[in-house]
């Protein structure tokens, strides 16, 4: 029978699907097959339309649909159920496989069983990709589709998870676009919490529009984080922030990681370094350190959705963007204050885009386009707005006693202590500041207001935002 219909039917047929699925262990099935004169049929490949690229590709609806392969999927199945007597292939990158088994005789049964355990997978994640674009084709009150699905495939294993005694792997979805797909360069094999620090790493990293910056991330936060058009310099503002926590720290940065910045880096125990491209010498410098991870990761995709798993089922929610957070100054307003000049307002929006990056409750100092203090993860926001105050100051004084020290040391000279008594900046003082959600009470931000902040940034709609705003225009705080 000739194929029809533009081609929509060429292999639903009963010669083709009856060859694949007889049972050669059956006298009774070999006896029909010779009756209807069917050839049997001993190895199925199989290139499913592809879907997902003519999707990606931004094709029109009608496109997408011809896309949608009936055939290939119903030979696939087919083939795999019948995996006793024959082999279905379903990746290109197995073709000299396929070539070694014919030239052997055949493929072993567990070689078959294994390829189709590969197949219905395979079709599983086409089935689940087509399911996933339609429901978002349809027109509901719903923000979110009806269904929401995902598959992946194993990458790789790791040593082990979060914790020692967790077993861990590394599963990717089709060609993986994010860290996943990031190519090592150099170092030791990736861990399970070096890949999700190196995620939060680079999500904050772009996170600054098209500014050159360069984020340090330990247990998913980051200890600093940095904007300036030279890359060695954004580094070194941003591990200034807290060099304490970036010991053992993951660095990621939206450009071109120099030889300056490859030997700012070197002293200093990192984990791992991401950047989307290195220069030869600073890959150079870079790979002296046997165990750092080196990955290269092009700009990642941003959008989509998130998932989170609880007990018994599954948390949705539109990835966090940039564009729909409300960077943009123009669209906020002043509520307390003098305006904010444009230095000012460069911080405060910087502030503003690097504490979406940082556990809640948040709250984050940053001065000259650099954070100079984070309070992360606290219960409630008054003891963030201590621990940013607390790392601006503290830590401030830390970085320049040990920067004084070594310099009164090399000079044969002064007692550490002293210096670090004497020359202690107070960091917060003149900073900026920026609270990833309202301010319940007035309390939290006369701290932030005591210790020098001149300007802060916050989403309000507390019940007592009358009383927060007025404990800043007493202030004269922005």
């Known amino acids: 029978f000739p194929e029809c219909l533009e081609g929509r039917v060429k292999t639903l047929h009963p010669k083709i699907h009856a060859g694949i699925l007889a049972d050669r262990r059956k006298d009774a099935h070999l006896a029909q097959l010779r009756e209807l004169q069917v050839a049997p049929i001993d190895l199925v490949v199989v290139n ?13 609806f009608d496109a997408c649909v011809e896309q949608i392969d009936i055939g290939g999927p119903s030979m696939v199945r087919a083939a795999a159920k019948n995996h006793p007597a024959v082999a279905v292939v379903v990746d290109p990158a197995r073709y000299p496989e396929v070539a070694q088994a014919v030239s052997a005789g055949g493929f072993t049964l567990s070689q078959r069983r294994a390829l189709a355990a590969a197949a219905f997978a395979h079709t599983a994640s086409y089935d689940v990709a087509v399911a996933s674009w339609f429901s978002q084709q349809l027109e509901t009150e719903a923000a979110l589709p009806e269904f929401v699905g995902a598959t992946f495939t194993r990458a790789h294993a790791l040593r082990y998870g979060e914790n020692p005694h ?64 030279d890359v060695a310099k954004a580094h070194a503002k941003a591990h200034a922030c807290d060099p304490v926590s970036a010991y053992g720290g993951v660095i990621a940065t939206n450009a071109t990681v120099t030889a300056a910045m490859a030997a700012q880096v070197k002293p200093i125990f990192t984990e791992v370094i991401v950047a989307p491209e290195y220069e030869p010498q600073a890959l150079e410098i870079l790979s002296a350190k046997k165990n750092l991870r080196i990955l290269r990761l092009p700009k990642p995709v941003r959008g989509g959705y998130e998932f989170k798993q609880v007990t018994g089922g599954l948390l949705v929610q539109e990835r966090d963007n940039v564009d729909a957070a409300g960077d943009d100054p123009a669209r906020w307003q002043l509520v307390a204050g003098p305006s904010a ?46 621990l940013a105050i607390e790392r601006a100051n503290t830590l401030g004084a830390r970085a320049t006693g040990d920067a004084a020290a070594n310099q009164a040391n090399s000079a044969g000279g002064a007692d550490a202590s002293q210096i670090l008594a004497t020359s202690a900046p107070q960091r917060a003082v003149g900073s ?19 210790a020098g902040v001149k300007a802060v940034v916050q989403p309000g709609g507390s019940i007592r935002d009358a009383e927060v705003i007025e404990a800043a225009q007493a202030a004269g705080v922005t």
Not at 199 to 208: C, G, L, M, P
Not at 216 to 224: D, E, L, Q, R, T
């Open 48 to 60: 499913l339309y592809p879907f997902t690229d003519t999707v990606a590709s931004g094709a029109d």
């Open 166 to 229: 967790q077993s861990a792997a590394l599963y990717t979805q089709g060609q993986a676009q994010g860290i996943a797909g990031a190519e090592q360069l150099h170092g030791k094999a990736m861990s399970y919490n070096n890949y999700t620090d190196a995620d939060a790493a680079v999500r904050a990293a772009y996170d600054q529009g098209e500014a050159t910056t360069v984020v340090v991330v330990k247990h998913a936060n980051p200890c600093g984080i940095a904007v300036d058009e």
């Open 432 to 450: 900026v500041a920026a609270s990833d959600a309202f301010f319940p009470f007035a309390d939290g931000l006369q701290l932030l207001i005591d």
């Open 341 to 386: 000049d444009a230095e000012t307002l460069a911080d405060l929006r910087f502030a503003w885009n690097a504490v979406r990056s940082v556990r809640s409750n948040a709250v984050l100092l940053a001065h000259a386009g650099a954070t100079v203090g984070v309070g992360m993860g606290q219960v409630n926001r008054v003891d963030s707005c201590k």
